[in-house]
C-alpha cells in the first residue's frame, strides 16, 4: 500500500471541485437602510455606513457573503418608515434593516419587523422607549440616553446644583429620558421642581416665551435634551434672554454633543460625549470620512464636518451585520425575491405578515457579533451597546470641544480616564457662560418672586419672649420679630450663597401640630419657631437639621437633705477612699525613712523591736498634728520630714476647707429625684400648653389626669410654692428660661426613667415638602454652630451657660465634692521620691562605711543576710550624737564574731581579730565599753563554734 498512487481520476474531480466553488459568487444579503435623508444624522449615515461596508470588504476580501443596501427616505415621518419597512421586508425581501433614524420611527417599526422576524438595527435610536426588551427583533448599536442620566447628576452633585431643570422634547426621544434623569439626581440630592417641554415643530416665538419664563424663575442649571432643530432654536433663545450670561449652567447631552456643527451652541455649555478611543485606524477613517462627506454635501461647513458618535455608531454598526451576514448560507436566504414565507394576507395587511426564514439566525448572529470597532470594543449585552464612559466637555468659542474629564459608572467624575473619583472626583476648570470661572451656584431668587412668607407665632406669654415673639404695629400694621429662634433664623440666612427675602406673618395662638399642617398646605412658606422636631410633624413637611439640642427634663422644689444620721461620718467625706489610703501609705513610708536613717545615731529610735514599731506609727501620726517629739539628729531625716510637714499642711488645709463647707453649706436637692420617683409618687406635673408634652408623656403611660396645663412661667412659680403641682415637665430651653428668674427654690433634675425618654429632635424650622431651602439652611446652620456667633446668641438671649440654672440642670447638692488622690499626686510624688532618696543616700553610706566588714560577712557566713541585719541594727558609735553622749571620749571599735567565733575588731573601717571580746547574742558590742541599753541583761554562756545560736547543739 505505500506504494499506491492516487487515482489520477479522482485529483482531477477534487481540482475541479474547487474551481467551481471558487467561481462561484457570494452570496448577497439585502439589507434596508431607513433614514431621514435630510437631518444631520441622516446626512452622516448616507456617507458613513456605504464606507463602512467598503472598507469590510476591502479587509476581507474572500468573505462569502456581500451585503447590498437598499435605501428608503422616510423624511422624519412615522408612517412613511413604517410604509418603507414593509415594503422592503415584504417586496425586496431585506433581511434586516438598519434604521430607522429616530426612537419613534424604530418603536413602530420594530413592531412589524418583530411580527416578521427581521432584525433591526439602530444606530441613532437613543430613546429608552424603544429596546430590545419591548421589540424581540430590536437591536440598538448607540448607547442608550438612560446611560447618561447618572453622568448628570454627577455634574449637579460636584457643582452644589441642588435644582435642575430639564429641557427637552415633548416626544418619545426626550420625555422617555426625564423620568431616568429624575431619577438619577434624587438619589443624588438634586431636584427637579418643574421642566420646560417643546414641541418639535415648536416656532421660534413659542421657546423665546419659555425661555423668558424660565429666566424669572429661581433655578439656572438647565440639561438640554433635543433634537437638533429644536435645540438650536432652545440656545439661540436663552442667549437672547440673557441665560447664557454669568451665574447659568447648561448641560447638553450626547446627542446633541455628537452635532455641535448643526446646533452652534454657545461657549460655556457642558457636553457630554461617548468615550471613543483615539486609535490610527480611528484617525484614518476620520481623514477619509470628512473628505467623503463634503464630496457628497459640498454645502457642508467644512470646519465642523467631523466624525461623531453618531458616525461611530453607524460605522460599527454596518460592519457588524456585514461580519453576520457571513454566517448565512443559500438555504437562509430562499426565496431570493420576498423574503417573508406564510403570509395570510396581502402586503398591507400587519397581522397577515410572514416570516423571514434566516431571521432569528441573522439576529442571533449580529447580536453575538464582537470586534474592535472604531468606537472600542464592539458587544452587544442584552441587545445594546454596552456602555464604556462618557467623555465631559467644555464647549468653546466657535464650537470647540475642550475634554475637561470622564465619568464611568464605577469610578464616577474623574479628570483623567481611569483614576476613580469614587463619585466626588473632580474636573478640569470650567470657562461658564460669560467666561466665568465661578460655579454657578446654580439658582438665585427670582427677579418676579414675592418674599417668603414665614409664620412666627405671634401670642407668646411676656416669659417666653427670649425664646421667640412677634411684635405688630397697630399704626403701619408693620411686623417685627425677634428673640432667640429668630436671629438664629437671620443668621443662618445671611449666611446663604444668595439672597432671601423674608416677610414675617403672625401666626394666631394654636398648636404647632395645626400650624405645621398649615405650612404644609401651603398657608405659610415656612414657620420659624421652638417648634420641636417629632417624627409625627415631619410627615408633612421638611425640617432644617436642629439649630438647638433639647431634652425632657423636670423641675421640682429644692429641699434640705442634710439631716440626723446623714451627717454622722460626715468627717470621712472629705476626702475619697484613694485620697485615705495614699495618705496613711506615705504616711507609713515617711515613718519608715525617718526610722530607717535615724536607727543607728539616734537612741530615741532605738530598743526592742515593739517598741521601734510604735516609735515609727507615733511619729507617723503625730505630723498630722505637728505633735511629735522625736528629735531628729540626721540631715537627711530632717529632709523627709520638712517635704512631709508640707504635704501634711495642704492635706490639713483642705480637709479643714471641705468639713466646714459640708457642715455648714445645707444639702440641697430637688424634692423628686428623676421622673421614675415622680411615677411612683402622686403630684401632680405642671405642662406648657400647646406643647407636644402631654400627648409624649400620655404615650409612656403617665396618668392623664395628674397634668396640669399652664401658659406663663409665673403660673409654674406659683403652683410649685402653694403645692398644686410637684414639678414641672418640659424642655430643657423652657425650663432654663424659667430657672433664670427663680434658680433660688427650684432646681431641674433628669426626665429619663420610668421609659420615658429625655432626649427630643432639637428645634427645627420647618418649611413644605421638598423645598430647595431645606437643604442649605441646614448648611448655614451647621456652619453656625461651629462659629462663636452662636455662643454669642446663646448668651444674650438665655445668660451664661455656667450660670444658676447651668448649676442646678446637673441636678446635684450645693455641698463641694470630696477631694480625690487626682488632685494630690504631685505632692505624693515628691514626698515619696525624697524618702526613698533619702533611704538610699543613708544606706549607701553605711555601706561604703563598712565595706570591710560587709565583704567579709558575706565571703565567710553561713547567714550573711542575719549578719548584714545584725550589723546595721548596731550602733553608730562615730556618730556625732554617740560622742556627746560618752563625754567625747574615743570610743572602742566594735567587735564581732566570725563564722569561726573568734572575734573580729572594727576600726575606721577595717576589720582584724582580737585576744578576747564579749559577744552577746551576736550583737555588736564596745570593747570595754557599756554594754547598749537595748541589750539583755543575761546572755547565752555557751555558742557553738558556728555561731548557732541559742538554736544550735546543745539546747
Not at 316 to 328: G, I, K, Q, R, T
Not at 690 to 709: C, E, I
Not at 788 to 815: H, V, Y
Request: with cysteine; aromatic share 10%.
Amino acid at each position: 500500500m505505500a506504494g499506491h498512487t492516487p487515482n489520477p481520476l479522482f485529483l482531477l474531480l477534487f481540482l475541479g471541485y474547487l474551481l467551481f466553488a471558487a467561481a462561484q459568487p457570494p452570496l448577497t444579503v439585502t439589507v434596508g437602510l431607513i433614514i431621514d435623508g435630510g437631518s444631520p444624522v441622516g446626512k452622516i449615515a448616507n456617507t458613513t455606513i456605504p464606507m463602512a461596508l467598503d472598507d469590510f470588504y476591502a479587509a476581507f476580501p474572500r468573505s462569502p457573503a456581500r451585503v447590498r443596501l437598499l435605501h428608503r427616505d422616510s423624511r422624519g415621518d412615522v408612517v412613511a418608515a413604517a410604509s418603507a419597512a414593509l415594503e422592503l421586508m415584504e417586496g425586496r425581501g431585506v433581511r434586516a434593516i438598519l434604521g430607522p433614524q429616530s426612537s419613534v420611527e424604530s418603536a413602530f417599526v420594530a413592531d412589524l419587523a418583530t411580527r416578521a422576524e427581521v432584525p433591526v438595527v439602530s444606530f441613532s435610536a437613543t430613546s429608552p422607549s424603544v429596546s430590545p426588551g419591548g421589540g424581540r427583533f430590536f437591536a440598538r448599536a448607540a448607547l442608550s440616553d438612560a446611560a447618561q442620566a447618572g453622568a448628570i447628576a454627577a455634574l449637579a452633585r460636584l457643582f452644589g446644583w441642588r435644582r435642575v431643570v430639564p429641557v427637552y422634547q415633548d416626544d418619545d426621544y426626550g420625555a422617555a429620558f426625564v423620568p431616568f434623569l429624575v431619577d438619577a439626581l434624587t438619589a443624588e440630592g438634586s431636584e427637579v421642581p418643574y421642566r420646560c417641554a417643546l414641541p418639535a415643530g415648536a416656532d421660534a416665538d413659542a421657546v423665546a416665551a419659555a425661555m423668558y419664563r424660565m429666566e424669572s424663575l429661581q433655578t439656572r442649571a438647565f440639561v438640554l435634551h433635543a433634537r437638533p432643530d429644536l435645540a438650536g432654536r432652545v440656545l439661540a433663545a436663552a442667549e437672547a434672554a440673557g441665560m447664557m450670561g454669568e451665574g447659568f449652567a447648561w448641560v447638553i447631552t450626547d446627542g446633541l454633543t455628537g452635532l455641535l456643527g448643526s446646533i452652534n451652541a454657545p461657549q460655556g455649555v457642558i457636553g457630554l460625549a461617548p468615550y471613543v478611543p483615539t486609535t490610527p485606524r480611528l484617525r484614518d477613517v476620520r481623514r477619509r470620512w470628512v473628505r467623503r462627506f463634503m464630496a457628497e454635501h459640498p454645502a457642508a461647513d467644512a470646519e465642523h464636518a467631523e466624525m461623531g458618535s453618531y458616525a461611530v455608531w453607524a460605522y460599527d454598526a454596518a460592519w457588524a451585520v456585514a461580519s453576520a451576514a457571513e454566517h448565512l448560507t443559500a438555504g437562509d436566504l430562499s426565496p431570493p425575491q420576498g423574503g417573508l414565507v406564510g403570509g395570510k394576507g396581502g402586503p398591507t395587511d400587519f397581522a397577515g405578515l410572514g416570516k423571514s426564514r434566516s431571521g432569528k439566525k441573522f439576529l442571533e448572529a449580529i447580536t453575538s457579533t464582537t470586534f474592535d470597532g472604531l468606537g472600542g470594543r464592539f458587544q452587544l449585552v442584552d441587545g445594546e451597546l454596552a456602555v464604556h464612559a462618557f467623555r465631559v466637555l467644555n464647549i468653546m468659542d466657535r464650537g470647540k470641544e475642550r475634554s475637561i474629564g470622564f465619568w464611568t459608572k464605577d469610578g464616577g467624575l474623574t479628570r483623567h480616564l481611569g483614576v476613580g473619583g469614587g463619585g466626588g472626583g473632580e474636573l478640569a476648570p470650567v470657562i461658564w457662560p460669560g467666561e466665568s470661572t465661578v460655579v454657578p451656584r446654580g439658582w438665585v431668587v427670582p427677579t418676579s418672586a414675592r418674599r417668603l412668607r414665614v409664620a412666627v407665632p405671634g401670642s407668646v406669654n411676656p416669659g417666653y419672649r427670649a425664646i421667640v415673639h412677634l411684635d405688630v404695629d397697630a399704626a403701619t400694621n408693620r411686623t417685627t420679630a425677634g428673640g432667640f429662634v429668630v436671629e438664629v433664623f437671620e443668621a443662618a440666612v445671611r449666611l446663604l450663597p444668595y439672597a432671601l427675602p423674608v416677610e414675617y406673618v403672625k401666626a394666631e395662638s394654636m398648636p404647632y401640630d395645626k400650624l405645621v399642617q398649615m405650612v404644609a398646605d401651603g398657608a405659610f412658606d415656612a414657620a420659624v419657631a421652638d417648634m420641636t422636631i417629632t417624627a409625627a410633624r415631619s410627615s408633612y413637611v421638611d425640617f432644617t437639621l436642629p439649630f438647638m439640642a433639647s431634652g425632657i427634663a423636670m423641675v421640682a422644689p429644692l429641699r434640705d437633705v442634710g439631716r440626723g444620721g446623714e451627717r454622722t461620718w460626715v468627717f470621712l467625706k472629705p476626702l475619697r477612699y484613694d485620697l485615705w489610703l495614699a495618705s496613711a501609705a506615705f504616711l507609713l513610708l515617711t515613718g519608715f525613712a525617718v526610722w530607717f536613717v535615724e536607727h543607728r545615731g539616734n537612741a530615741e529610735f532605738r530598743g526592742p523591736p515593739w517598741h521601734q514599731l510604735g516609735t515609727l506609727l507615733y511619729f507617723g501620726f503625730s505630723t498630722l498634728v505637728f505633735a511629735h517629739r522625736e528629735d531628729l539628729r540626721s540631715n537627711l531625716a530632717r529632709l523627709a520630714a520638712v517635704v512631709w510637714f508640707f504635704v501634711v499642711l495642704i492635706l490639713q488645709s483642705s480637709y479643714t476647707a471641705s468639713l466646714t463647707s459640708m457642715l455648714t453649706v445645707p444639702r440641697l436637692e430637688p424634692s423628686i429625684a428623676g421622673y421614675a420617683a415622680l411615677w411612683r409618687g402622686a403630684e401632680r406635673v405642671g405642662i406648657m400648653n400647646n406643647s407636644f408634652m402631654r400627648g409624649a408623656m400620655t404615650r409612656s403611660g403617665f396618668p392623664p389626669a395628674r397634668l396640669v396645663p399652664y401658659g406663663a412661667a409665673q403660673s409654674f412659680h406659683e403652683a410649685l410654692l402653694n403645692g398644686t403641682i410637684g414639678a414641672v415637665v418640659d424642655e430643657t430651653p423652657y425650663l432654663r428660661i424659667f430657672l433664670k428668674s427663680y434658680c433660688d427654690r427650684f432646681a431641674m433634675a433628669g426626665g429619663g426613667g420610668g421609659g420615658q425618654p429625655n432626649k427630643t429632635g432639637g428645634f427645627g424650622f420647618a418649611f413644605p415638602k421638598g423645598s430647595p431651602y431645606v437643604a442649605d439652611l441646614s448648611r448655614a446652620i451647621l456652619a453656625l454652630t461651629e462659629s462663636e456667633e452662636m455662643n454669642l446668641i446663646e448668651r444674650k438671649w438665655f445668660g451664661e451657660s455656667d450660670g444658676c440654672a447651668a448649676a442646678q440642670a446637673a441636678g446635684g447638692p450645693f455641698t463641694s465634692d470630696s477631694l480625690s488622690f487626682g488632685s494630690f499626686w504631685g505632692l505624693f510624688l515628691i514626698t515619696g521620691a525624697t524618702s526613698l532618696l533619702c533611704c538610699a543616700v543613708h544606706l549607701a553610706t553605711f555601706v561604703a562605711s563598712n565595706r570591710g566588714a560587709i565583704r567579709d560577712i558575706v565571703a565567710t557566713s553561713t547567714h550573711p543576710f542575719r549578719r548584714l541585719a545584725e550589723l546595721y541594727d548596731g550602733r553608730d558609735l562615730s556618730a556625732h550624737t554617740f560622742k556627746a553622749k560618752d563625754g567625747g571620749a574615743a570610743a572602742s571599735p566594735p567587735v564581732v564574731h566570725d563564722a569561726a567565733g573568734s572575734p573580729i575588731s572594727l576600726h575606721m573601717g577595717a576589720w582584724s581579730p582580737q585576744p578576747s571580746s564579749t559577744m552577746a547574742g551576736g550583737e555588736i558590742e564596745p570593747a570595754g565599753g557599756e554594754a547598749n541599753e537595748e541589750e539583755a541583761t543575761t546572755t547565752t554562756a555557751a555558742r557553738d563554734p558556728d555561731g548557732a545560736g541559742e538554736n544550735g547543739r546543745g539546747q
